[in-house]
């Protein structure tokens, strides 16, 4: 289904993360002299867009979704996907991630992303009016509006090289 345009500022910042995830997984193995600067831009783009980002959703997008009864258990578990998902943010700014588990985070931070697109996403479009969802696109961009709009570049130690 096509995206409603009052969620597209939501599924912008989506596919920056998404972006992050997917260099995590085409740089593998990471090097441990190059961990710091996958840490640094975790860090980032979590001070940056992401924390303004999970505010929003929960202060705007969940209280909504939690309207319809059938919404009401994938918005508990995506939730809790935010505190797991800070307290590994965290981890990474305290500089407490492995190469390892970068992996891991990256696979997590994926599935969540997805998870909110292919099922929150579609099923609000569906039970929601287009006055209900032009409401909502207004909460939420005055919700965002302290994120970052661009996609930090990535450094010379985190970006996609050539493959060979």
Known sequence: MLRNKNLIPLSHQHQ???ALCVRIDRAQPIRVTDLESWLAEIEQLFEQEI???FAAEEQVLFPTASRFA???PLVEELISD???LRDSFGR????AISTESLLIFAGQLST???KEERQLFE???QLMSEKDLAELGTRLEDALKGAAQSCALPNERTKLQPRR
């Open 82 to 84: 935010h505190a797991s």
């Open 112 to 114: 969540h992303i997805r």
């Open 92 to 95: 990474a700014k305290a500089r």
């Open 51 to 53: 924390r303004i980002h």
């Open 70 to 72: 059938e919404l009401i």
């Open 123 to 125: 099923i609000l479009q």
């Open 16 to 18: 920056r993360a998404l």
